[in-house]
């Protein structure tokens, strides 16, 4: 169970779509509030339940349980023209969006028309100097760029039209893309969502005096964190597990569990370092079988060997308790698996020692890749025809429980949860009951 009177982190540890949107559906079953904190519709969290798939960009992926409610914290950048979009959409599949229900922190900044023209355009000219980020366009740097500049409006100003006029006349420049018929829309998701707006920090914090289970929806991941990440190469907010207890308002000891999210594998979306990359036939394969086109945007998404040096990092920046890792099914059949276990810095030909620190080291680190065994199933199967009997209180085969040994063995966390597709039902936890994180345990 999720601890009572406390909160849980499910946070990315490699460059975002790590699944997530599929450990929060999981989970959600025994949470009392499940909560975005930070980023926007930049993020797509992918979850299927019965066949049916469902994405959530905005919404926290615990709507699909009943039995939470859900927010988004102040930490969100919220374009209303997506979130009133996905409303509309899930209120259409029969989930519950009363105000009861779902919340948004009125302190949560608005993505503009303009936004997203400035995020185009800045990406135009970057490109143009060979050094496009890729952004998913959806406006993310620049609104939070205008939070930063105090220019910015909040969702509390979208619910009464005379003060956005008011606002909207000390930022002129924030016009382009607000003809009168959009402003007019505008202003009608306001009103709508004005019964949604609440404190959503205070709400938590009560949540969890009267012994709540708070449970807090990371989006991308840590590599993309704007200070801690490969910049410039990142996303434009903060993500490590103090900056998600920021985004929505509760004091950082209430994380008790700070779960990292990874692949058996990595991917990336976007330009910037990625190494332990693939190229050819493999690539094109994980790809393939592991579905890897970006549930926001529909790129391919890049895809490499699971990285222990970065991941070692991540644990440390963030505190990991705890690691889910997903997809291995997606592995199954190839003869050997790579782990990147050290950089080698190309200038020195020398094993690098710490992170690197500017783009030109970044751009410099070559992969060093230990292999294990691969293996043909993930979850063990006693059937004669399959595979060998098991150890009765090994759900995962030998071949992938070395592999989860090597990686809790360098990275120093031990692994709670493994995926084994992306059904809901689908995934192993792992582990003595008696760990801190064993709470996590359904
Ligand atoms: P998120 O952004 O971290 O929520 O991740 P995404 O939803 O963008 O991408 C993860 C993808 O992997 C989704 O399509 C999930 O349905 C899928 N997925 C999650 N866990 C597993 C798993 O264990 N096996 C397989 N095959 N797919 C999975
Ligand atoms: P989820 O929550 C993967 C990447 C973009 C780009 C960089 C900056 O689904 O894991 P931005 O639009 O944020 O300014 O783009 O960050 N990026 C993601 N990559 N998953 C995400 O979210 C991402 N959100 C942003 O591809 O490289
Ligand atoms: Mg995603």
């Given amino acids: 169970m999720l601890e009572h009177g406390a909160a849980t982190l499910i946070l990315g540890a490699q460059y975002g779509d790590e699944g997530k949107g599929k450990l929060v559906d999981v989970l959600a079953e025994h949470a009392d509030l499940v909560c975005r904190v930070q980023g926007g519709n930049n993020a797509g969290h992918t979850i299927w339940v019965k066949g049916e798939k469902i994405v959530t960009h905005l919404m926290p992926s615990g709507v699909l349980r009943e039995n939470c ?248 920046v963030n505190g990991l308790t705890g690691l889910a890792i997903m997809k291995a099914d997606v592995l199954s059949g190839l003869e050997d698996v790579g782990l990147v276990t050290a950089y080698r810095d190309a200038r020195t030909g020398k094993i690098a020692e710490g992170s690197p620190m500017s783009a030109e080291a970044w751009n410099a680190m070559e992969p060093v890749v230990e292999f294990c065994p691969g293996w043909d199933f993930v979850v063990s199967d006693t059937s004669e025809t399959q595979g060998q009997p098991q150890p009765k209180d090994s759900p995962v085969s030998p071949a992938y429980a070395h592999f989860l040994k090597k990686v809790e063995d360098f990275v120093g966390v031990p692994i709670v949860y493994a995926s084994t597709g992306p059904e809901r039902t689908e995934g192993v936890w792992l582990g003595p009951e008696d760990v801190p994180f064993g709470a996590l345990r359904p």
């Avoid at 303009?114 to 959806?138: C, F, N, P, W």
């Avoid at 058996?264 to 094109?284: D, K, M």
């Fill in 69 to 316: 409610e859900v927010a988004i914290g102040a930490g969100v950048v919220v374009d209303p023209f997506v979130l009133a979009e996905e409303m509309s959409g899930l209120s259409a599949k029969g989930f519950d969006l009363r105000p009861e229900r779902f919340s948004v922190d009125y302190r949560a900044h608005v993505i503009l028309p303009y936004h997203k023209a400035v995020d185009m355009q800045r990406e135009l000219s970057r490109a143009k100097a060979g050094a496009a980020i890729g952004t998913t366009g959806r406006g993310i740097g620049p609104a939070y760029a205008s939070k930063a500049y105090r220019d910015g409006p909040r969702m509390i100003d979208l619910t009464t039209p005379s003060y956005f006029d008011a606002w909207l006349a000390q930022h002129p420049h924030m016009e382009e893309g607000l003809s009168s018929d959009v402003r007019a829309a505008l202003m009608g998701i306001g009103k709508q969502l004005a019964p949604h707006l609440k404190d959503v920090a205070m709400m938590a914090c009560n949540r969890m005096a009267v012994g709540g289970r708070v449970l807090v929806e990371g989006a991308q991941g840590a590599m993309l964190d704007v200070s801690f990440g490969t910049y410039p190469y990142v996303t434009s907010s903060s993500l490590v597990a103090g900056a998600c207890a920021g985004g929505l308002g509760i004091p950082p000891w209430k994380l008790k569990n700070v779960v990292g999210v990874i692949k058996a594998y990595a991917t990336r979306v976007g330009n910037g370092p990625f190494p332990g990359e693939l190229s050819g036939a493999l690539e094109t394969r994980i790809r393939e079988v592991g579905r890897e086109f970006g549930s926001t945007t529909g790129r391919s998404r890049r895809v490499g060997w699971l990285d222990l040096v970065a991941l070692r990092y991540l644990a440390r």
